[in-house]
């Protein structure tokens, strides 16, 4: 399974990154989540999340992650870009494409890739008011 993963303090560049999207014929689905800052947190109004993260341990998680992924559906790669500093309501937080055979396999990998990066990635977020 190919798998590329992005820590960046620059804005995600959507357009560019569709762009670049490779796939083999024997691929059929395409799943792209975007994650984006919202105006409120915990029902109060925000500006911003300011996202930290110890990077190395980042990259371990992701890498188990995708292992997981690669063992649980056959999916051909993995992509994820995932913003650290201050990101401002409306703008993209957090970028991720999965390509597999069918929409279900693809569909299940993304949605348990963003749950369990949830639960054991160390990428800490504190709203700014």
Known sequence: MKRKLTITTEPIDEPALLRQRTMTDGMGAAIYFLGVVRGSEDGKPISAIEYE???????????????????????????????????????????????????????????WLIDEMKRVVPIWKKPVG
């Open 53 to 111: 993260a110890f990077e190395k341990m980042v990259q371990h998680q992701f890498n188990r992650l995708f292992d997981e992924i690669e063992k649980r559906w056959p999916v051909e790669s993995v992509r994820l870009v995932h913003r650290l500093g201050v990101v401002k309501v409306n703008e993209s937080s957090l970028w991720v494409e999965v390509i597999a055979p069918h929409r279900a396999e693809a569909f299940a990998a993304c949605q």
